[in-house]
């Protein structure tokens, strides 16, 4: 066969035009929606220089952004190590979007093009789509508008206000954004008709329960308990309250319209990565996957050369890249090999299950397509049920995991499970936690308001396994916390189990 | 799917971004560019470059959990261990899983390096110092004409049309004098053509005719340009100063020179070069050292090759007298000259030195530095125990007369910057902090 004259190839040699995404794109489309049955927005593609492509890293990915400092820093700090050659450029960057944006580097070859188009502009396209936390928190349609909204409020505040006042607030909000996000659905407030419907529907529960003979039945005199100032209080104010921002948003005393304003932007900014944190690993491994699926089709058919699908695997090796604990480059589990090998492994199941594998997983073992159920993997999970649900025996086997227990009050650490047949399900649930932001994030939450005396702001943070946090920084935080509150602020570090406080730290704000 | 090029949208979109962390870090990377300007030699010092900065000062805090407590890690490639091992903690205490904890500004590491460009870097580097006021007294000599924008003017070369100028004139003439627009004309026209299509019962097309043949001649009678509306932008002649400087680096190369000693020299020089760079388009720099006689060298040898002899200072204010005279006049040129000593010199030369600079090289130059170099820990005492030197001496009583130059003892690294801010500070400051 002679790749100079097949009519089926896509491309020839390294060089794309504008007509080649464009094959490329509708070649990825028709296995993507044909063969894997993926569901994604339409998609835009753009072609952007290196140079923007330093920019877009410096906002944190986003195509347009208010300005603010720290991005600066971002640039500087990836131009540096750029210029050096200690780090190269991602091949693309996607957003979560309608019509989802992918950005490619002009300086791709069509091959590296190919593989960027069918694991963006595909894998993470239909993840974005379809994950129930990326349709529950985000809003794919709005994101980009409100992005605009957002930076020319800043713009438009910097010149009423000053550019450093609305530093200072961005600052502050930054510093909280971790904080910043709802975990739940809030308590919806309620409205008129449906708190009529309830009460009627109440009321004629109650009628056919009716018996009067219960009234006769001697019992205890129901003492009626005035709710207490603390209560009235902390409902007042819906407390506990986890999300900092929207607390400080809603109930700051002496913040400027503007102020809650910007507060709001932080918070809304943050509520839309938080899908992102939770779900990285899936995320990842999903456009992995369906890169590699894609490629991989496309090369069956002749449509991609051989020493073209060379250089994708070439790539896609050294993405799934997982170093070993013990190697000088191992920082942490990478996510695109767990994901990518996590969805392989499912897809075995399906296929070629093991008799392990049908004790283990006796829905999926066998059942022929992987696709159907990848999909509703994809759809249903985020990182950390995903592992608890789909992490094989098999797999735990060939990363040969096991789990650590790292306990400061002893002088060693100790293997508490490894990948034996004691040790499976342990592992599995410890790597689990080890993706749950509730393990990983320090819970904290405003628990009261000092409302009749100095208006004094009292957060907690509720330590686990003894972990507290970390001083300097938690110190720097509270200051900015402070600052938003305008008045003290008093962190407690309290010990769920027994109700002690560990540590206090209190801070004024800053007076000017 | 749509494909969009995004190539030739503007770029530097994080510029106003970094213009506020430049700020921000402001004293940070003031400091960070003094320090790495002491490792440069002098005409490679304005190339801009990589500075370090300490972490923490530009650090944006979280909450975040610290050490201590009980931490689980899954990891993978398990070689030995069983259930139930025990693992003595390796160094650090993070554990096997402290990659994960590495915060995502990468704020594990105790500085933040990254790149300046040349314009940032000397914007710092010579942030609020300015030339002695003297230096004015030959800048508006020689004018070198500029051309500066300066309003419209009604005639002009046509690549100075001001296109924008011009339509609006032309728009309000035609709005004075009632021209009719097209579309009126159109209008009409459309009217006739409709009712002659319907046989023209009312009669009203003799009418609608004579109002556009009126149209048609008013709109012929008034142009859509006139002669009148057009404007060109207008260019003024500014006299400008002639903006070149050269700068004069003597030294005294003789055997009590040490290599630190003229290390020192060097650094004084550079920044001098620097500051000269930022003001002047162009910048000579002669390079005359001396021991018992003075030569004109190039920078290499100017710093490096030794020499021996003895040493006369006058020997180097001649030669320097030669070179302005046959090359740099002090009408056309600012001359800046920088002296480095320790300050010996045979004795009797002393009254020749100072004639030779109260006649000849003060009169032409804009300013004259004098820096005595010594050794850090050569002279136990704070001061100069040992006294003037008679270079020192000499010097002193020109300044006390009043001869428009600076002197100043410098012993170590550390001192090369503040005695250079100190000559150069602005005017305004000095007299405030002595008032």
Redesign the interface.
């Known amino acids: 066969m002679n790749a100079l004259t097949d009519e089926r190839l896509l491309y020839r040699g390294s060089e794309w035009d ?1 007509e080649t ?2 094959r490329i ?2 070649a990825c ?1 028709e296995i993507a929606l044909g063969e894997m049955g993926l569901n994604v927005y ?8 290196s ?2 492509m ?2 877009a890293y ?2 944190t990915g986003l195509p347009l952004f208010y ?11 990836h ?2 190590l750029y ?1 050096k050659g200690l780090r190269g450029l991602a091949y693309e960057i996607v957003i979560n979007s309608d ?1 989802c944006v992918s ?1 490619v580097m ?1 300086e791709n070859t069509a091959t590296l093009q190919a593989l960027v188009i069918a694991h963006a502009a595909f894998g993470h396209n239909h993840f974005f789509k379809t994950n129930r936390i990326f349709k529950d928190w985000t809003d794919a349609k709005g994101i980009l508008d409100y992005l605009e909204f957002a930076k020319n409020f800043v713009a438009r505040a910097e010149e009423r206000y000053g ?1 450093t006042a609305v ?1 200072r607030t961005l ?1 502050a909000a ?6 910043g996000v709802h975990r739940q659905r809030q308590r919806r407030v309620p409205d008129l008709r449906s708190e009529e419907q309830r009460e009627r529907e109440r009321r004629e529960y109650d009628e056919q329960r009716f018996n009067d003979l219960w009234r006769t039945v001697p019992g205890k005199q129901q003492a009626h308990v005035a709710p207490s100032d603390v209560e009235r209080r902390r409902a007042l104010l819906q407390l506990p309250q986890e999300n900092l921002l929207y607390f400080l948003e809603k109930s700051a005393p002496r913040l400027a319209p503007w102020q809650r304003e910007i507060v709001r932007i932080v918070r809304n900014v943050a509520q839309y990565f938080h899908p992102q944190r939770q779900t990285k690993m899936m995320n990842e491994g999903c456009a992995t996957y369906t890169h590699y699926r894609i490629l991989n089709r496309l090369h069956e058919q002749g449509r991609i050369s051989d020493g073209a699908m060379l250089e994708v695997l070439h790539n896609h090796s050294s993405v799934i890249m ?6 000088p480059r ?4 990478n996510p695109y090999a767990l994901g990518f090998a996590m969805m392989q492994d499912i897809q075995r199941i399906c296929e070629h299950p093991t008799e392990e594998d049908q004790e283990w997983f006796p829905e999926i073992a066998g059942c022929g397509d992987a696709m159907p159920v990848l999909r509703d993997a994809w759809a249903e999970y985020r990182d950390e049920s995903f592992i608890l649900q789909f992490l094989s025996p098999h797999l735990i086997r060939k ?11 002893k ?10 047949e ?2 499976y399900r342990r ?1 599995r649930q ?2 689990a ?2 993706y749950d932001p509730a393990w990983t ?2 819970d ?1 939450q405003v628990v009261d308001v000092d409302l009749s005396g100095d208006r004094r702001l009292i957060v907690e ?1 509720r ?1 686990l ?7 300097k ?2 110190r ?2 509270l200051r ?1 916390l402070a600052f938003l509150w305008s008045y003290d602020v008093l962190l407690k570090e309290v010990d769920p189990n027994t109700g002690a406080t560990l540590r206090e730290h209190a801070v004024a704000p800053p007076r000017d | ?7 030739l ?1 503007p ?4 510029l ?10 402001k004293a940070l990377i003031q400091d960070a560019v003094r320090d790495s300007s002491a490792k440069r030699d002098i005409r490679g010092a304005d190339g801009g470059g ?1 500075v370090s900065i300490p972490v923490h000062g ?22 030995e ?9 390796p160094p650090g ?1 993070g ?3 402290s ?2 904890e ?1 915060s995502e ?2 704020g594990g590491e105790d500085s ?4 300046l460009t040349r314009e940032e870097f000397l914007e710092l580097f010579l942030d609020d110092l300015e030339l002695p006021d003297l230096a004015k007294r030959r800048l508006a000599q020689l004018v070198d004409p500029a051309y500066r924008r300066a309003g419209y003017t009604s005639s002009g070369s046509p690549a100075n049309l001001s296109l924008s100028r011009t339509l609006r004139n032309s728009l309000s003439r035609r709005i004075a004098l009632k021209r009719p627009k097209p579309e009126s004309i159109a209008q009409f026209e459309a009217e006739i053509a409709r009712l002659e299509g319907l046989g023209d019962p009312d009669d009203e097309i003799p009418g609608l005719r004579l109002l556009l043949d009126r149209a048609l001649q008013r709109s012929q009678r008034i142009p859509y340009i006139d002669p009148m509306d057009v404007r060109y932008r207008r260019f003024e002649p500014v006299p400008r100063p002639v903006a070149q400087a050269v700068m004069f680096c003597l030294m005294d190369v003789s055997g009590s020179m040490t290599e630190e000693m003229k290390d020192l020299a060097k650094r004084f020089y550079m920044l001098l070069y620097l500051f000269l760079q930022r003001r002047y388009k162009q910048v000579e720099v002669v390079f005359i050292r001396h021991t018992h006689e003075a030569k004109e060298v190039d920078e290499e040898t100017f710093f490096h090759s030794r020499e021996t002899g003895g040493t006369l200072v006058s020997t180097a204010l001649e030669e320097m007298r030669k070179v302005v005279e046959a090359r740099f006049p002090p009408a056309e040129w600012n001359i800046y000259a920088a002296q480095a000593s320790d300050g010996d010199n045979a004795a009797g030369d002393s009254t020749r030195t100072a004639r030779l600079l109260l006649e000849h090289v003060l009169p032409a130059v804009q300013y004259y530095a004098y820096i005595e170099v010594g050794r850090d820990g050569e002279h136990g005492m704070p001061g100069f125990p040992r006294g003037p030197t008679d270079l020192w001496r000499t010097y002193e009583q020109l300044v006390v007369a009043g001869a428009p130059m600076a002197m100043k003892r410098v012993r170590h690294r550390r001192d090369i910057f503040p005695v250079f801010r100190e000559l150069f500070r602005k005017r305004g400051l000095t007299e405030e902090a002595s008032a």
Request: glycine residues 10%.
């Open positions: 504008f995404l464009r794109h509708d489309e339409a998609n835009r593609i753009e072609v952007i220089s140079e923007q330093l920019d410096a906002s300005k603010h400092w720290s991005f600066g820093k971002h640039f500087a700090q131009e540096a210029r019509p950005y002009e550019e530093e600052d930054h510093a909280l954004m971790n904080q997982q170093p070993e604990f013990d190697d191992y920082s942490g589990i990363l040969r995991l096991f789990h650590l227990n790292d306990d400061s009050g002088p060693a650490l100790r293997v508490d499970a490894v990948h034996d004691r040790g592992v410890a790597l936690r080890q994030e320090p904290i943070h330590v396994h003894g972990r507290a946090l970390e001083e920084e938690a720097l935080v900015h | 799917m749509e494909i969009l090029d995004r190539r949208n770029k530097g979109k994080s106003p971004n970094r213009q506020r962390f430049l700020r921000r870090a990589e530009v650090r944006e805090p979280s909450f975040s959990l610290g050490e201590g407590g009980q931490r689980e890690h899954v990891l993978p490639g398990n070689k261990y069983r259930e139930g091992d025990e693992i003595p903690r205490g554990g096997g899983g990659g994960n590495g500004d990468g933040f390096r990254f790149v």
